[in-house]
C-alpha cells in the first residue's frame, strides 16, 4: 500500500510539470490553431535562466527560489513573444502547414543555439529552493515533490483566473472562439496573441525549473522529451482546452510512473505515445475536448 | 577551356588518385596519423574528453623521444556527440579521409561495436579504451582493447559486495540500452547468485532518462542490502541522488561506467557511500603511476587524471610499441605485432594480450567517502 501511495506521489509530480508544459501548447492551439513545437525549448530556456540566476542567490532560500522562478518565467515570456513576433506573426494567414514547419525550424534553432552557447554537456542544477525530506506514514514525501505540485496548483488557478475573470482573458477567448469577429468587435488580435504566448511560455519556464529541481541534471537537449510527453498530454486532455491539459498531464505522469515501476519499465514511452495513439482512435478531440465539424 | 562536367571528373579523377600517389612515394618523414573517434560533447563527453587527454599526452611525450620509427606521430579525433550511429561515420571518414594507421577508441561499448566491423573491414587495427563488453574485440581480428572486460569486473563486483559488503540481497538497475550495462548485469547476477547472494529485483532504465523514483521505489519495497547501478556517470549520479531523496541509505555500487569527475559533481554528498570498480587507482605506489599522474598533473594545472585518461594514455603507447616491434604501419603487421604483446608496463598495469585480444590485467575497487575516491582494493584476475 505505501509503495502505492509513494508511486501514486511520484506520479503526480511529474504529472504537474507536464501538466505546466501541456498548458502552453494547449493556449497556444486554442487562439492560433497551431502546435508551437518550439514550446519544448523555451522550457529548456527557463531551465538555463534558472541555473545562471540560482548562482546569484543564496541557495536553499524560498525567497531566493522564487525569484529565479520569476525571473525565469518573465524572461522566457519575452522570449515567447519575441518567437512569435519574428517567427509566427508574418505567417498568420498562411497554410497551417507552413506555420509547423516554422515551429519545428525554430525548436532546432534553439536547441542547437543553446549547444554553442551553453555546450552540449549536462551540468548540475543547484537546489535553489530548501531541501528537506518528510515521513509521512510509510512514504517519503520531499520538499521539492511539494514545491512542484504547489507551485503547478498555484500557476493553473492563476491561468484559471486570468482566462476567465480579466479583459485580456475574455479576448483571448474572443479570438480563439472567432478571431474575425474578434477584430469586429474591436479586439487587437495581435497584442491577444502575443500575451497568449507569453503566458504560455512563462508556465514553460516554471516547468523547465520544476523538472530541474527534480532531475538535476540540465542540458540544450533536456526538453525533447518531456515537450513531446506534454503534447501527448495536451492530445489526451482535448487539445485547446485548458483544465483538459491538466488533466492530461496528471494521467500522463502518473501512468509512467507506475510502468517503469513495474517489470515492463523498457516499455515507458511506448506506452506513452500508444495512449496517444488509442485516444486519436477513439476520441479524436480527447477526454475533455468538444468535437467540431470543420465547416467549409 | 573544357566543359564544366569534364572538368569536375578531372578533378574529382585526381583528388581519387591523390592518395595512391601518396602511398607510392611514402615520405619517409611523413607523419604516422592515428585517428580517434569518441563523445566529446553529451552526456558521456567526460569519456572522450579524458581519454583525449590521455592519448594526447602520450603523443606529446613519443614526438618529443623522436616519434615513433623516426617519424613523427599525428593525432586526429572525430566527435561522435554521444549519439548512436555517429560512431560509423566517425571511423569512415578517419580511415578514408584521413588514412590514418590505426583507431583508438571507443569508450562506451555500443560505440566501439558499431566501428568495430568497419575497421576490421578496412584492416585497420583498433584499440578499444573503456569498452568492456566482451563482444566488442570478437568483432574481428583486428580489434583489441586496453581495459579489462565485464565477466571479470562482474566477478570482482559480486565477489566485493557479497564478501567485503556482506551483501544477501541485491537489486540491479539496468540502462537497457546500453550494451556495456546489460552485459555487466547479466554477469553480475549469475556471479552474485553462484555465491549464495539472492537478486530481489531487476529493474531497466533507458539511455538519457531522468526520473529513476518509480523503479527506486519498487526496489524499496523488496528492502534489498545494496543496489547495482551498472550503467553510466550521468544516470548513476541521478540515482544516488533520487535513492536518497526516498530514504535508500545503502551501499549502491556499480562498474567502470561510474568513473568521471562528474558523478561527483551531479551527485554532491547523495554519491557517499557508493563504491565501484575501475581500471586504475590515483593513490597506487607503482612508478608508472606516479610518473604518468606528475606528466599529467603538469600539462592540466595539476588535475589528477582519472582513470579512462590512464586507458587513453596505455591505448596509444601499446600502439606504439607494436609499430615499433612491426617495423612498419602497414595494417596486417601492427595487428600481428599487437596480438603478440606480452608483459607490457602500463600505467593501468601490466598489459599481455591474450587469444581473444583482451588484456589481462588487474582491477581497483574504489569508495566514494566526503565527495573523494579512495582506494580500497586490488583484485588480480
Redesign the interface.
Known amino acids: 500500500m505505501s509503495e502505492f501511495l509513494q508511486q501514486l506521489l511520484n506520479g503526480l509530480s511529474l504529472g504537474a510539470i507536464y501538466a505546466l508544459i501541456a498548458l502552453g501548447y494547449t493556449m497556444v492551439y486554442g487562439v492560433l490553431r497551431f502546435i508551437n513545437f518550439a514550446h519544448s525549448d523555451v522550457f529548456m530556456v527557463g531551465a538555463f535562466i534558472g541555473y545562471y540566476m540560482g548562482k546569484l542567490v543564496p541557495e536553499g532560500t524560498l525567497w531566493g527560489g522564487l525569484a529565479v522562478l520569476g525571473v525565469a518565467m518573465l524572461g522566457c515570456a519575452l522570449l515567447g513573444m519575441t518567437i512569435e513576433r519574428l517567427a509566427y506573426r508574418r505567417l498568420r494567414s498562411a497554410p497551417t502547414l507552413n506555420v509547423l514547419i516554422t515551429a519545428i525550424g525554430v525548436s532546432l534553432l534553439l536547441e542547437y543555439t543553446g549547444q554553442v552557447f551553453f555546450g552540449a554537456a549536462p551540468r548540475n542544477f543547484p537546489s535553489i529552493f530548501p531541501v528537506r525530506n518528510f515521513q509521512l506514514g510509510g512514504i517519503i514525501v520531499g520538499s521539492n515533490q511539494l514545491i512542484v505540485i504547489a507551485v503547478s496548483v498555484v500557476l493553473m488557478v492563476v491561468l484559471q483566473l486570468i482566462v476567465y475573470r480579466t479583459r485580456i482573458g475574455t479576448a483571448m477567448r474572443a479570438v480563439s472562439l472567432n478571431p474575425k469577429a474578434a477584430v469586429l468587435m474591436g479586439v487587437n488580435n495581435d497584442v491577444v496573441i502575443s500575451f497568449t504566448f507569453g503566458l504560455g511560455s512563462a508556465l514553460a519556464a516554471a516547468g523547465g525549473i520544476l523538472y530541474a529541481l527534480n532531475y538535476p541534471s540540465i542540458d540544450p537537449l533536456m526538453g525533447v522529451m518531456p515537450g513531446l510527453k506534454a503534447f501527448v498530454a495536451a492530445i489526451l486532455g482535448g487539445i485547446g482546452n485548458i483544465p483538459g491539459a491538466a488533466l492530461g498531464g496528471l494521467i500522463l505522469g502518473t501512468v509512467e510512473t507506475f510502468v517503469s515501476g513495474s517489470q515492463w519499465s523498457t516499455y515507458k514511452d511506448a506506452i506513452a505515445f500508444a495512449i496517444l495513439i488509442i485516444i486519436l482512435l477513439f476520441r479524436p478531440a480527447g477526454l475533455l475536448g468538444r468535437f467540431t465539424v470543420e465547416k467549409v | 577551356m573544357l566543359p564544366a562536367p569534364i572538368r569536375r571528373l578531372l578533378a574529382r579523377g585526381a583528388w581519387l588518385l591523390f592518395p595512391l600517389t601518396c602511398g607510392l612515394a611514402a615520405d619517409p618523414v611523413a607523419p604516422i596519423r592515428v585517428g580517434q573517434f569518441a563523445s566529446l ?3 558521456e ?2 569519456f572522450g574528453v579524458a581519454a583525449r587527454e590521455g592519448i594526447d599526452l602520450a603523443v606529446g611525450e613519443l614526438n618529443a623521444r623522436g616519434g615513433v620509427l623516426g617519424r613523427p606521430v599525428e593525432f586526429l579525433v572525430e566527435d561522435i ?2 549519439q548512436s550511429g555517429e560512431s560509423a561515420t566517425a571511423v569512415k571518414k578517419l580511415i578514408a579521409r584521413d588514412r590514418v594507421v590505426a583507431i583508438l577508441g571507443g569508450n562506451a561499448s555500443t560505440n566501439s561495436l558499431e566501428a568495430a566491423p568497419i575497421c576490421q573491414a578496412a584492416h585497420v587495427p583498433m584499440i578499444a579504451i573503456s569498452s568492456t563488453n566482451p563482444k566488442v574485440t570478437a568483432m574481428g581480428t583486428y580489434i583489441f582493447r586496453t581495459c579489462f572486460i565485464d565477466p571479470f569486473q562482474g566477478a570482482v563486483l559480486a565477489k566485493f559486495a557479497r564478501e567485503s559488503l556482506h551483501v544477501q540481497r541485491l537489486a540491479l538497475l539496468t540502462s ?1 540500452s546500453a550494451s556495456y550495462s546489460v552485459g555487466l548485469s547479466r554477469v553480475l547476477r549469475e556471479r552474485f547468485t553462484a555465491a549464495g547472494g539472492e537478486i530481489v529485483a531487476e ?4 539511455e ?1 532518462d ?6 527506486l ?2 526496489i ?2 523488496l528492502h534489498p542490502d545494496a543496489i547495482a547501478a551498472t550503467g553510466y556517470y ?1 544516470e548513476a ?2 540515482i544516488c ?1 533520487q535513492a536518497r ?3 535508500l541509505d545503502l551501499p549502491i555500487i556499480g562498474g567502470d561506467g561510474w568513473e568521471a569527475p ?1 558523478l561527483l ?2 551527485g ?1 554528498r547523495a554519491v557517499d557511500g557508493t563504491y565501484y570498480s575501475t581500471h586504475y587507482s590515483a593513490e597506487s605506489p607503482a612508478p608508472e603511476v606516479r610518473a604518468f599522474i606528475r606528466k599529467f598533473s603538469a600539462r592540466h594545472d595539476g588535475r589528477v587524471p582519472d582513470a579512462v585518461a590512464a586507458l587513453g594514455y596505455d591505448a596509444m603507447m601499446l600502439l606504439a610499441d607494436a609499430i615499433r616491434r612491426a617495423g612498419t604501419t602497414e595494417g596486417p603487421a601492427v595487428r600481428a605485432a599487437l596480438a603478440a604483446t606480452r608483459d607490457f608496463p602500463g600505467v593501468t598495469g601490466l598489459t599481455t594480450i591474450d587469444a581473444q585480444r583482451n588484456p589481462s590485467k588487474p582491477a581497483i575497487i574504489v569508495k566514494v567517502e566526503g565527495g573523494r575516491v579512495q582506494f580500497v582494493a586490488a583484485v588480480r584476475p
Not at chain 2, 210 to 215: E, I, N
Open positions: 560533447t553529451g552526456k563527453a567526460s556527440r554521444s537497457a529493474q531497466k532504465y533507458a538519457g531522468k526520473d529513476f523514483r518509480a523503479q521505489t519498487a524499496k519495497a550521468t549520479a541521478l541522488l531523496a526516498l530514504g562528474q559533481e551531479l554532491g
